[in-house]
């Protein structure tokens, strides 16, 4: 496994990750490696310009021919061996360059949460799961939305994705056991979002849910 991948990832993820089978490891690396570069493109301390500017070169290299790839860059490198479809990870470049703008309103949380849920799907698929995609879709968002609640200081947009995220509603997934980090991930943001704690992985608590998920998917 790629190592400067691994530590780029925040720690839940990486948590999480380590309970994937061994043959879904590499591509569930890829997908939080590459959300984890968006992640830092768009939120870094530059212009907006120049991360749109990032957004769009990952956008053109996930939506061309892998063999049109340039060398030299281990994440596209990782994604070159990927079972899914590449382009189904451009609505995530998309979602993220959302989160640009002015103002994050109700059409832009809705498609970064969309983006981040095709991305999820797109793996499941390439992972050959055999599941459907909506339960997947729908755990996806929630932990999306419920990062955005964690993430967001403008209290405006605060209350319109805590609206989104709507925590009475959350239910355990059901997921493929390709897909444990994912279970894993959306177990320990249930706990947090209804316990409304800052932090996944805020003790002793969080390790033995993630633990218990990552055995039993439950």
């Known amino acids: ?4 991948l691994l ?3 925040p720690i839940a993820h990486r948590l999480a990750l380590s309970y994937a089978p061994a043959s879904a490891k590499a591509d569930t690396l890829a997908l939080l ?3 984890a570069r968006l992640t830092g493109i768009v939120r870094g301390d530059g212009e ?7 957004l769009a070169w990952w956008r053109e290299r996930l939506s061309g021919d892998p063999e049109d790839w340039p060398l030299g860059e281990p994440l ?3 994604f070159k061996a990927w079972g899914g479809d590449t382009k189904r990870l451009v609505p995530l470049v998309d979602g993220w360059e959302t989160l640009l703008g002015d103002t994050l309103d109700r059409a832009a949380v809705t498609s970064f949460s969309r983006g981040k849920a095709q991305a999820w ?3 499941g698929d390439g992972l050959g799961t055999g599941s459907t995609s909506s339960a997947i879709e729908r755990a996806a968002k929630e932990i999306t939305l419920f990062d955005l609640v964690r993430n967001l200081s403008r209290p405006e947009e605060v209350v319109v994705a805590s609206n989104m995220a709507d925590k009475e509603s959350w239910e355990r997934a059901r997921l493929p056991r390709a897909l444990r980090p994912l ?3 959306h177990a320990l943001s249930r706990r947090a ?5 800052s932090h996944l992985l805020d003790g002793a608590g969080a390790m033995a849910l993630a633990i218990r998920v990552g055995i039993t998917g439950r």
Not at 1 to 4: G, L, N, Q, T, V
């Open 1 to 4: 496994m790629d190592e400067p």
């Open 193 to 197: 979002w209804i316990g409304d704690k």
């Open 33 to 35: 490696a590459l959300d």
């Open 183 to 185: 279970a894993v991930l």
């Open 121 to 123: 799907s797109a793996l």
């Open 48 to 54: 907006a310009i120049i991360a749109q500017m990032k």
């Open 76 to 78: 596209l490198a990782l």
């Open 7 to 9: 530590q780029s990832l």
